[in-house]
C-alpha cells in the first residue's frame, strides 16, 4: 500500500495468510501441539534469578501501549509524520484488530497459571508481542530500506503533496546494523513471552505469521 504493490511479496502474503489459517484451526482442534510442552519446558529451565527480573522488565518493551507512546510520537513530530509515523500506526492497527479476531475465535487458554511470572487475562494466540514487534520492527525496516534505496523519495502512497523524508539512512553499514539490532529485539521479546510463561511456542508462530503477512501487503 504505501511503498508500492508488489506481486512476489503479494503471492507471499497470500500463502503466509493460507499457513495461519492452517496453524489456527490444528491449535483449535488440538490445543496444544507435542512440541509446544518441549520447547517450553527447554526455556523454562533457563530461568535464573540473575536474568528473570531482566526478562521480566523487557518483555513490558512489548505492552500494547508501548506502540501507542511510539506511534503517537512519530506522528507529533512534522518530520516524521508523513514518512514513519502514519504506515506505522496504520501497520500496527491493521495488526491489532486482526489479532484481535483471531485471538477470540481461536480463544487458546495460557500455559498453566504456576509458571506464569506476569499477569496476562486475554487468549493466548496469536502472541500479541510478537506481533506487535515484529511489525514495529519491520515497519521500520522497510520504511529505512525504501529511502535508502530512493534517495529520500516520498512513498508512493502520497500521489498529491508529496511527502519526502529529510531524515534516513545513508549508509550501508549503518542499515545493517538497525537491522541487526531491529532482529535481536524481536527475537528476545518473542524469547521474553516464553521465558515469563504466558505462551506456547505456537503462539510466537503465530504471531510472526500474521506479522509477516500485514508486511507483506505493506
Known amino acids: 500500500m504505501f511503498t508500492g504493490f508488489d506481486l512476489k511479496k503479494f503471492s507471499i502474503g497470500i500463502l503466509l495468510v493460507a499457513v495461519l489459517i492452517a496453524l489456527s484451526i490444528s491449535i483449535g482442534s488440538e490445543g496444544i501441539v507435542s512440541f509446544d510442552t518441549q520447547i517450553q519446558e527447554l526455556v523454562l529451565s533457563q530461568r535464573s534469578d540473575q536474568m528473570t527480573p531482566i526478562y521480566k522488565a523487557f518483555t513490558h518493551l512489548g505492552d500494547f501501549w ?4 511510539v506511534c503517537v510520537i512519530l ?57 506487535n514487534s515484529l511489525v514495529m520492527a519491520g515497519t521500520l525496516f522497510l520504511l529505512f530500506d525504501y529511502y535508502y534505496q530512493h534517495n529520500g523519495e516520498s512513498l508512493r502512497i502520497y500521489t ?6 529529510k531524515h534516513y539512512i545513508h549508509d550501508s553499514r549503518k542499515m545493517g546494523l538497525i537491522g541487526l539490532m531491529l532482529l535481536l529485539y524481536v527475537f528476545f521479546m518473542a524469547y521474553s513471552r516464553l521465558y515469563v510463561g504466558v505462551h506456547w511456542p505456537t503462539d510466537i508462530a503465530g504471531g510472526w505469521l500474521l506479522a509477516l503477512t500485514v508486511l507483506c501487503f505493506f
Do not use: Q
Open 160 to 165: 498529491v503533496n508529496p511527502h519526502p523524508c
Open 75 to 131: 506522528v507529533a513530530i512534522k518530520d516524521t509524520r508523513f514518512t514513519y509515523g502514519i504506515p506505522v500506526t496504520f501497520n500496527n492497527i491493521v495488526a491489532a484488530i486482526a489479532r484481535l479476531v483471531i485471538n477470540r475465535v481461536v480463544a487458546r487458554p495460557r500455559p498453566d497459571e504456576a509458571l506464569r511470572l506476569v499477569t496476562e487475562t486475554s487468549y493466548s494466540f496469536p502472541s500479541g508481542h510478537s506481533l
Open 66 to 69: 508501548f506502540y501507542v507512546v
